[in-house]
């Protein structure tokens, strides 16, 4: 089902009868880069020479030689690619908002609204320099509409985003941006820098294989304009409905002009996001120090770790590493949900709030042999319309603190903390309608405060249906090692 990449040259192989049945990209020539025209230097802007390459991507192996290419704004890769031993360093300097971006807006409670805070709008001479810059993806990798989907193989490739936390948008911004494969290999790949964003997506593709994903030290900050990030003031007016700006087209969610609004924060920075994916394998990644940019010191605040979405099926994450992050792991089975999801052996540090977080139309996850350490409320959350997952084997300590430059720092005194939470949740169709977590199995798992204060609750079921606990061992907890609203059998 997984396209796997040979030990020699640049080739993709079918590793199973599913792959075999279609045409493998295989190259059987390589080209450096430096033969059309780029440099490599680091300093020179390559992008145009770039450019010529993912042209003849179907036709070669493309070969960095260990360089560092420039890039300004957006690669666009259309066809089939293989592309190896290379750095693409971001140079874009990001639109200047100061002129459109000027005023406060008020604390705003939904999600979905956006708010005038009185913004000029955008003046047509400006509008696509701006789009352009919120729309930066270093390296875009989707065939042209119509086309069949494309085969994919990267290996050792680096993308820097750049050195401007104000730049780019959380939905339209990426360092490398994948979309409609069919057979994608990405082995060693790695992503750091500045912006909004995601450092990787990957969308609407089949049969992917990641092995060795390092992304790290990202940093997001507000738009020239808003005022900088003060702990003190984001946390009086809530970690979770601070309200920044964000452009809007005409007409988009109701908006009357082309202008910044305002809207209640939500992650600005997702690390790693795999939606709408069929038969995906992600072993061995590594995601660590996902921050925003504050005057007072940067923290893990809205910006994921490794995110996964939408209508998607067979996904198999295996030993990820994630570190100081706002949540470490985000599963939002939306759409028509995700069946045959398997995370195994998660090693999750230092979250802002959830390390591990599963909800809406999930059906049938298994987490095994997790170890979660300092979570700012819950080491592990189920919540919403969960059918029949299975928590087999957990340990998880240090609830409620967090440490942020050497120092322990308390995001949400006044949440009690748990090992494992259990929430009611909407339905997900856009309805206040609430809906249940039914048939949970959490088994062979250890809270311990390890070490630092204690925390409420060993399981804290707020809701499900059909939990049932066995093997639980909790110690210095301050409330119960079982406690909620909702009914648990245990063993």
Known sequence: ??????????????????????????????????SFGAVGDGRTDDTAALARALAASDGYC???????????????????????NVTLDQSLVPFDTRQYVRSACPAIANASAIVDCGDPAIRPEDLKALQDSLGVRTLLIRPDQGSGPLHLILDHVKVDTGRY?????????AGIWIEGADGATL?????????KGHPLIVLRSSNVAVDGLWIHDIVWGPYSGEAPLVRERVAAAGWNTYPIHEFRRAGQQGAKFAKFYGVRVQEQVTCAAFAEVHNVVIRNARISRCMARFVDGDLPWQADGLDVARSSSNILVDSPVIDTI??????????????????VSPRVTNCFSFCLKLGKQLRKPVVSGAIIRNAGIAGIVFYGPVQDGKLDGATIDGLGTIVVAGRNF???PKQPGAGVQINEGTSGSGSDERSTPRGLEIDNVAVSSGGGPAYGFGVLN???EGVHVQGLRATGFNRAAIGGSGPVSRN
């Open 62 to 84: 493309l070969d960095g030689e260990g360089r560092t290419y420039r890039v300004v704004g957006t690669l666009h890769a259309t066809h089939d690619l293989c592309l190896r």
């Open 410 to 412: 308390v995001p949400w």
């Open 1 to 34: 089902m997984l396209v796997a990449l040979a030990a020699s040259g640049c080739r993709a192989q079918s590793a199973s009868p599913a792959a075999a049945s279609r045409d493998s990209f295989a190259p059987t020539q390589t080209r450096q880069i430096r």
């Open 326 to 343: 706002w949540e470490g792991m985000d599963v939002v089975a939306n759409g028509t949900g995700i069946d045959g999801l398997r995370i």
């Open 462 to 464: 707020k809701g499900g």
């Open 165 to 173: 936390p104000e730049a780019g948008s959380r939905t339209d911004s």
């Open 187 to 195: 082995r060693n790949v790695e992503v750091t820098g500045s912006g």
